[in-house]
């Protein structure tokens, strides 16, 4: 497997918004819905910011990572990252996300944060009142149904928010950031 910039490509770029929709079907199907919606977001990320593209021997791609950078280039939002669904728990998503750190720094970043929707009830934090003591229930943050924000805790990011109500009634986002050295 070789991480490489994702460029001019039409092939990469098409394989990579397939896996928007493919990798996110399960948990997020109103994310990507499209081939077109797919291809408008793979084009935007490439046209604000960065991505980068894990390929296997034969040159496809296995999972991306997108970034934009924001508040000057000092904080960048890692959006958006997916491992095709075949190719996950083999270290490509960690791989990708390191190397993501690496290109953030190299561009002067001093943060990376990201959302982690729970629109699927898969988290303690789905369908409570958030207003009320939401430090002690962050704190008390569980797993129900494999959200990712563990893989990202895995990573070194730690949850720096939530914002309630994001994706409608009891469907917040919730924020993550890593500082970057």
């Not at 460029?7 to 990798?23: F, K, P, V, W, Y």
């Not at 569980?142 to 895995?154: A, I, Q, S």
Request: with cysteine; charged share 25%.
């Amino acid at each position: 497997m070789q991480i490489v910039d994702v460029g001019d490509n039409a092939a990469q770029q098409r394989q990579m918004a397939e896996l928007l929709t493919i990798g996110f079907r399960q948990h997020w199907p109103e994310s990507w819905p499209t081939l077109e919606d797919a291809l408008e977001e793979v084009a935007m990320v490439l046209r604000a910011g960065c991505a980068r593209a894990a390929l296997d021997d034969e040159g496809n791609v296995l999972g991306w990572i997108g970034g934009l950078p924001e508040y000057d280039g000092n904080v960048w939002e890692l959006h958006p990252l997916v491992v095709h669904p075949q190719c996950q728990k083999r270290g490509i998503g960690r791989a990708l996300v390191a190397d993501f750190e690496q290109q953030v720094k190299a561009r002067g970043g001093l943060t990376i944060q990201l959302g982690t929707d729970d629109v699927r009830e898969m988290t303690t934090l789905a369908n409570v009142d958030l207003y009320d003591n939401l430090w002690e229930k962050i704190a008390r943050i569980r797993n129900l149904k494999g959200h990712p924000y563990e893989f990202y805790l895995k990573c070194g990011y730690k949850i720096i928010g939530v914002i309630p109500d994001a994706n409608g009634r009891g469907k917040p986002d919730i924020y993550m950031g890593k500082r970057v050295e």
